[in-house]
């Protein structure tokens, strides 16, 4: 259903575009609405399409699995990165949080809807607010590596730390919730 919707949007595009170029100062309204219906149906069958794919019981469950799985796996690498800091050169942080830690990023990214499925969308904007200021606060350890600035990203690393830390404590109390 989501491609059919994909599909769709194509297809008015291309038809509203056109019939916006037949004329030089006017559009023809009584072809382009339905052409713009087309787009609207398009959007709709495809968020449907991507909602029901993403709440089936069993890609929640999966998906809630690598949520812990991830996070844990990010919460334990970026305490070992804390531990080892004073011993990484600091032109090569970069390179240690793209080995390190992108994986697990992109798993959590990816099955983060999960959350608000399973549970509220409090709970999903509880833990993705500190996830996402822990990716912030991992992407400024990374740009100062890039420039060089040592203490400022030993300084983000550590904030980095408290807030997935945070991040994975209130993903921890939804499964025991």
């Known amino acids: 259903m989501k491609n059919v919707g994909y599909v769709l949007i194509a ?3 291309l038809l509203c575009s056109y019939i916006s170029i037949l004329h030089n100062f006017e559009i023809n309204w009584g072809y382009f609405t339905p052409a713009l219906l087309i787009g ?17 019981k069993d890609i929640v469950s999966s998906n809630l699995q690598d949520l812990d799985a991830s996070l844990g796996n990010i919460v334990t690498n970026i305490r070992d990165l804390d531990e080892q800091k004073k011993n990484i050169n600091v032109y ?4 240690k949080i793209d080995d390190t830690f992108m994986d697990d990023l992109n798993t959590f990214v990816d099955a983060r809807e999960s959350i608000g ?3 509220t969308l409090q709970d999903y904007a ?3 607010s500190h996830f996402a200021a822990g990716e912030r606060y991992l992407n400024r350890v990374w740009s100062t590596s890039v420039d060089g600035y040592i203490d400022e ?3 983000y690393i550590q904030r980095a730390d408290q807030q997935f830390t ?11 919730g």
């Open 117 to 119: 499925h399973a549970y």
């Open 40 to 56: 609207v149906v398009g959007v709709a069958l495809a968020r449907f399409g991507h909602k029901r794919g993403t709440q089936t």
């Open 153 to 155: 990203a030993h300084e």
């Open 11 to 13: 297809i008015s595009f």
């Open 166 to 176: 945070e991040a994975y404590e209130k993903l921890k109390a939804l499964g025991n």
């Open 92 to 95: 090569d942080l970069h390179q």
């Open 126 to 128: 509880d833990v993705m």
